[in-house]
């Protein structure tokens, strides 16, 4: 079995110490790095998940893929590792776009939450779930999708 660790962080997201579990690392009175993928089919759609029975948020619609960044990985190596690991997404961290690094607050608890985009094309291979981590997925208008935040915003 592998033994994850993360890194703790300060209000200015340096390292301060490894917790090996995800458990430590959320009571701790530190913060922690946190990134959240949306991928865009060309053309306008977004793919979001379904959270899983058994993780975080289950049965919740989610971002494209997201994840804790580990210890020594940054927040693109996470993404592309998120990527992969999710929905069965393969690429380069020099494709993804940058949106925007939200800090830790009250509504956000104590993580700092990298948001990143991928634009995929339409002719890009299959995507393929992991079930353990994601129900399923759909494939959206963006328009539809601020629609159903709004609509379903319990799920």
């Known amino acids: 079995m592998k033994i994850e660790s993360f890194s703790i962080v300060d209000a200015r997201d340096s390292h301060l110490r490894v917790a090996f579990s995800k458990e430590d690392l959320r009571r701790n009175s530190g913060y922690y790095r946190y990134v959240h993928v949306f991928v865009e089919v060309f ?4 793919i979001l998940q379904k959270k899983a029975a058994g993780t975080e948020n289950a049965g ?3 971002s494209s893929a997201s994840g804790y960044v580990r210890y020594n990985e940054s927040y693109r190596e996470a993404a592309v590792r998120a990527l992969e690991e999710e929905i069965g997404l393969k690429i380069d961290a020099k494709e993804l776009g940058e949106v925007i690094k939200v800090s830790p607050s009250v509504a956000h608890g104590n993580e700092f939450s990298m948001l990143l ?4 094309s339409p002719n890009d291979e299959e995507l393929e779930l992991d079930p353990s ?4 997925i759909v494939i959206g208008a963006l328009t539809d999708v601020i629609n159903d935040v ?6």
């Open 43 to 46: 053309g306008g759609l977004f």
């Open 60 to 62: 919740k619609w989610s």
């Open 117 to 120: 985009t991928y634009l995929m």
């Open 133 to 136: 981590k994601a129900d399923e």
């Open 150 to 155: 709004e609509k379903y915003r319990d799920e």
